[in-house]
């Protein structure tokens, strides 16, 4: 492209694929693996001055020809907590290669591949980084006020990394940002107080800040180290969660322009959001040790939480006053009238609930204003604005002007506003208004200084003048916090659910009853006319000349009954879908009594709609009934199993099986009972029935139409032959023994296999704990990492086999380590490994 077509401007930073650089900084090298076959794809074309051998002879060859078998051993375990915490994993001193070479290692996956970053150790005797962080998240906890808080923190920091300046960088709400703490040596000029442009962190560095804590550059003149080859299959390698990561050449210009021979960054998030940086600069190069390095991010994360805890406390505080008095608004307002006149009367007490200057209200055509306010007739021009935007929802401004231009003419008495629909569509509102307040900002730099294209080509050159540059902003106000949005949504809900619109409900609900009321009328005829056919037609079909009164008024009360209790269970959810289930323990316990409990369920849990459901409660309580007359439940050791699945339609199954009850013979006569049992569900639902009267039990199956049919919230789908069965918690092990002596790893692993719904998980992290558990009680399954640090687990395995009980090895160390002949056929699972990994070894 000709260099006058390309377009250089601010955003050109926001542009660039900085985590698509392909390079990485060379105090350390980077192997990328297959995370299948764990063979080379991608080698830092530096990695020769360690291994004796570069991409050329290393890619594509196995990891276990360069490092030690107990250090891929210690990289897969470190993985393993990578995969289930989508992290970076951290090693110290590891004996990475066969000299015994020590490097401090970095491990993650990256889509289908596995980084593994590597520096050479630097050894600090005697530095114990757990116990300087205590001492500085201590002396961090003492300070008083958020201004001490502040300059305590970017001084701890500097005593722990060595950097000369240490800033703390908070984002305004522009995205610009402030020096409000520093800690540097001696003869450096202060930089407290500086504001710097939002450009000068790009959009997608501040992506990558809140994914990484920490970013370190030791030697800003330090030439990048590609990692090669540079594409496979299509694509660069992605560094996103890269340390070694190489660095952008703007932003190298940008600190070679500052003069800083070396940088750390350390983020400070906020409900997940950057909200500021530890800036550190050192004037020459400067190596901060890994572990060094990870302490000073866990302190940065300690430091974010602190601060958000001082910061909540603050606003915790203004939002209890705020709902305080707006609980005794509600009160007094909704014992008044119903309309807006009642916004307008108690405008002073709204105003109180924020911190502002000024109040406009704006109802059905009229403007009330008090305080520091635009005029009545600016007022109306804004709210002809704000009604051409159509607010859904509270807006809140800090200068008007830049949203409204003509908001120029009084922005000296209300330049920034909090604006709160009152109606939908927006057409009525309330406004809270702040004055302007001007102020100098001292910039490090002129913000607005042009763009050029320089020696880096079409693309922005970084200011090389960092000379102070004040600007006097105005026109604008204190900006409004997610606080006050809070404060503002929760009295607009108030306004429009419980007072502004009371008396439109009111007349709205009038109408709307009288119509319920009429409809319900005659829905009522006609489920009555309907209730009382369906009982004409049950003693029509009950009659039996054998039968005496007493018997016959005994049977045509239990079915009616039966009928009752359907109708209860189905109206109790406003005549929506009822439990199966409890169709059934209704069903025994009121008709049954103490043998309620001879009558098993199994199967997922099914809600049934209405006209299912009342179909089905007649034919439960016939099958019911013929049990205990003549079946399972006529003595007092049969019992009845029922069992429910769906198929791969979503039709429902149920199957009733008695067992255990007299020798059962078929009826020679068909009653009504059997005619209800045989004939309902096909008539009524279109579904199937079946009844077969063997001489060991009844046995009948019904298929009820998916239409009538849902899966009850949180029950496990079971489908049918047709599909490849899936496992659901009733057939996994109930108890499960987890022998690992990684603590991290044992824990996911724990937390992965009761979210399945096991009921028991132990674990053990030695032979000793682990055989002392299996005396204790034996487990149903058994999950064994085969390198217990000093020990194997294979006396464990063993014992195990011996028992009976099914289990599998998990291992990082791969296919080569020498089993015991008998335990060659045990199943492995190898690291890293997922939680459905450790259910499927379950099935198997």
Known sequence: MPEQAFSVDLTNCDREPIHLLGAVQPFGFLVALDSTQWVITRLSSNAAAWLDAGPAELVGRPIE???????????????????????????FSVALLSDGSCFDLAVHMNDDAIVIECEPCIDEQGVNSGALVRAMIARLQQTPELRTFYRVAAREMRGLTGFDRVMVYRFDHDGSGEVIAESARGGLESYLGLHYPASDIPQQARILYERNWLRIIPDVSASPVPVEPGLVAGRPIDLSLSVLRSVSPIHIEYLQNMGVGASMSVSILRDGKLWGLFACHHYGAHTVPFERRTAAELFGQMFSLLMESRERDSEAAYEARARKLHNQLVTVMAAEATRFDSIVSHLDEIADLLSCDGIGVWTSGHATLQGMAPTQDQFIGLIDHLVRRDLRDVFACHEIAAEYPPGDAFADRAAGMLVVPLSRPARDFLIFFRKEVARSVTWAGDPGKPVVVGPLGARLTPRKSFDLWRETVSGQSIPWQPVDVRIAESLRVSLLEVILRLSDITEIE??????????????????????????????????????????????????????ARAHDQITADNWGPASFRGLVVAEAGAYLGGKATRVRLSGPEMLLEPQGFTTLALVVHELMTNSAKYGALSDSTGAIDIETRLDAQRNLHITWAEQGGPPVKPPTRRGFGSTVIERSIPYDLKGEASV??????????????????RLAAGSPVEPGPEEAP?????????????????????LDAESS????????????SSVAQAMRAIATRPPDFALLDINLGRETSFAVAEHLDSLGIPFVFTTGYGEDIAFPPKLLGVPRIRKPYTGDALLMAMRR
């Open 65 to 91: 020809d360069v490092f030690t078998p107990e250090s891929i051993h210690l990289i897969r375990g470190q993985l393993q907590t990578a995969v289930f915490t989508n992290t970076v994993a951290r090693a």
């Open 510 to 563: 009038r109408r709307r009853a009288q119509e319920r009321q009429e409809l319900l009328i005659a829905e009522l005829n006609h489920r009555v006319r309907n209730i009382l056919g369906l009982i004409r037609g049950v003693i029509s079909q009950s009659r039996d000349p054998s039968l005496t009164v007493d018997a016959f008024t005994d049977v045509v009360g239990g079915r009616i009954q039966a009928l």
């Open 692 to 709: 077969d009267y063997q001489a060991t039990g009844v046995r009948a199956t019904f298929v009820v139409p998916a239409s009538y049919v």
């Open 726 to 746: 899936e496992m659901s918690a009733a057939d996994l092990p109930k108890d499960v023994l987890i022998v690992e002596d990684n603590m991290i790893i044992a």
């Open 753 to 764: 296999i009761l979210r399945a719904g096991i009921e028991m998980v132990r674990v053990a």
